[in-house]
């Protein structure tokens, strides 16, 4: 028990070991080129209905500064547990809304992981090989035509008595292959809804327009590439 205690005082106490100035470098490099590569495929092959653009600029700091401080704390005992008293006390505020931003995230910080463990080529590899899998099956999804374009749409009408949200979504669904709701406003004033919906061409998008203006011909139907809303700065 005795010797027991005495290993561990000594894990604690020992000096954190040296750290290779030129090969943490060269891990940073390859973390900032990695998680640039990342957000470029976030920002051209994710489906998120905001400026996936400005999301993406997070990851390099991120890849950045998982790297680091994995390769600090992996040359101490002391350093990883005052890692782990560090990080019980801070709270991450910041709300994730949607599973692609965490998949995208956890990709980037899992490439801080990999090169602050000294472990680039398999780092390199795998992230490669993931990126691979996605481009593919976002290349197929299009190809098969099953999902669609994704657009914005927005819709307000001012009319009294006018068009319900149940009235809206039955339209939407005659001609879009996927239907999300955003926003729903309804007032005396009228109604304003905004969703994400999937069409497969101008064909039914012209025809979806055409069936909710029947509902009130005064109704302000605006679509909206989420391509174009990735661009933005």
Same mark, same amino acid.
């Given at each position: 028990?005795?010797?027991?205690?005495?290993?561990?005082?000594?894990? +604690?106490?020992?000096?954190?070991?040296?750290?290779?100035?030129?090969?943490?470098?060269?891990?940073?490099? @390859?973390?900032?080129? %990695?998680?640039?590569?990342?957000?470029?495929?976030?920002?051209?092959?994710?489906?998120?209905?905001?400026?996936?653009?400005?999301?993406?600029?997070? *990851?390099?700091?991120?890849?950045?500064? #998982?790297?680091?401080?994995?390769?600090?704390?992996?040359?101490?005992?002391?350093?990883?547990?005052?890692?782990?008293?560090?990080?019980?006390?801070?709270?991450?505020? #910041?709300?994730?809304?949607?599973?692609?931003? $965490?998949?995208? !995230? *956890?990709?980037?910080?899992?490439? &801080? /992981?990999?090169? &602050?463990?000294?472990?680039?080529?398999?780092? !390199? %590899?795998?992230? +490669?090989?993931? $990126?691979?899998? !996605?481009? %593919?099956?976002?290349? @197929?999804?299009?190809?098969?035509?099953?999902?669609?374009?994704?657009?914005?749409?927005? !819709?307000?009408?001012?009319?009294?008595?006018?068009?319900? /949200?149940?009235?809206?979504?039955? @339209?939407?669904?005659?001609? =879009?292959?996927?239907?999300?709701?955003?926003?729903?406003?309804?007032?005396?004033? &009228?109604?304003?809804?905004?969703?994400?919906?999937? %069409?497969?061409?101008?064909?039914?998008?012209?025809? =979806?327009?055409?069936? +909710?203006?029947?509902?009130?011909?005064?109704?302000?139907?605006?679509?909206?590439?989420?391509?174009? +809303?990735? &661009?933005?700065?």
């Amino acid at each position: 028990m005795v010797e027991s205690l005495q290993d561990l005082q000594g894990l +604690l106490t020992d000096p954190a070991a040296p750290i290779p100035y030129l090969g943490t470098l060269f891990n940073l490099v @390859v973390a900032a080129i %990695l998680s640039a590569l990342i957000g470029e495929a976030y920002v051209r092959w994710g489906d998120v209905l905001s400026n996936r653009r400005a999301f993406a600029r997070n *990851f390099v700091p991120i890849a950045l500064t #998982t790297t680091l401080i994995i390769t600090v704390v992996k040359t101490s005992v002391a350093l990883s547990l005052g890692l782990v008293g560090a990080l019980s006390i801070i709270r991450f505020r #910041t709300a994730i809304k949607d599973p692609q931003e $965490l998949a995208f !995230i *956890f990709l980037t910080i899992s490439v &801080g /992981l990999g090169l &602050g463990a000294d472990q680039p080529v398999v780092t !390199i %590899l795998s992230v +490669l090989f993931i $990126l691979a899998v !996605i481009g %593919l099956r976002r290349l @197929v999804t299009r190809r098969g035509g099953s999902d669609g374009e994704n657009l914005y749409l927005n !819709i307000t009408s001012q009319a009294e008595g006018g068009p319900d /949200l149940t009235d809206i979504t039955a @339209v939407l669904s005659r001609h =879009c292959s996927e239907v999300g709701l955003k926003r729903f406003d309804a007032t005396e004033g &009228g109604v304003e809804a905004a969703f994400d919906v999937a %069409l497969t061409g101008l064909e039914p998008l012209a025809a =979806c327009r055409r069936d +909710l203006q029947k509902l009130d011909p005064a109704m302000r139907v605006v679509f909206v590439d989420q391509s174009g +809303l990735a &661009g933005l700065d």
